[in-house]
């Protein structure tokens, strides 16, 4: 599935992935098709899927960036204040300024220094200006702890998963704001979660559901039991099977996140 919106440049790519429905917000499709992910990825970087960069991190795949900001797309407003937790390649900070503008700011957080580094030069190739104005601060920390000196954040989005909600990042939102969060649950599953505060109260909804499924024959069982999981949970079902090539690089991810 993930082959599905694959294409053979940085437009192509965000095309397919309009024909394919992953898009219905025309301001997250144009911060997708302004920002080149070839420039934070050498690997295949038009192809619908996560590619490794190193340091055991990935770019998560574009359905995934793409479903991220479409989320957040009322957070992400022109001078609204963002955070993106384990930024990792740099490139969905990149899109979540695009959509906050010139009077927005987004924080990119990552642990991995030599990441910190390496999003920065891919930031500086084609979007150096951002840097320069403070429209996006990249910070070498445990995300988990969030960004005090820059809270509150109207939007965060958190690229790595974590057995529950960290309590700092629910406290650094912003009354309105919303979070998006993969969250790792006792069975091993995991499920993509919006948090929205709400005159200072905290909603939580489960909107993905994701499982990882092994490459091996079993498979065809996994994938069966994946379209009904997604018939039952889901008003758009085929989303949900866009996102299980991507699962077990989620689950990779949040064993880092656990780690430190
Ligand atoms: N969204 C990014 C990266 C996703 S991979 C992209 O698409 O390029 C998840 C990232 O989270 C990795 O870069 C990993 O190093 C980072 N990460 C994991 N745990 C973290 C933590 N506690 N604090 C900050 N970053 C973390």
Redesign the pocket.
Known sequence: MAWRSSGSSNAELVENLRKNGVFSNQRAYDAMKAVDRGD?TSRDPYEDA?QR?G??????APH??AAALEYLQNHLVAGANAL??????????VCMAMMVGQTGTVVG????SE?VEL?TKNIKKHHSEMIENGNVVMID????QGYAEKAPYNAI?V??A?AGVPKALTDQLADGGRMMIPVEQEDGNQVFMQIDKINGKIHEKIVEHVIYVPLNPLCILYILYIILLSVRYSSSSWNRLLLYRQVS?IRE?SR??E??
Do not use: C, Q
């Open positions: 934070f996560p960069i340091y055991n991190a990935t770019i998560s995934m960036h993106d937790v384990g930024s990792g390649s740099g490139y969905l900070t957080i990552e642990h991995m990441l999003s920390g445990d995300g988990r989005h690229g790595a974590a690089l991810e880092v996140f780690k430190t």
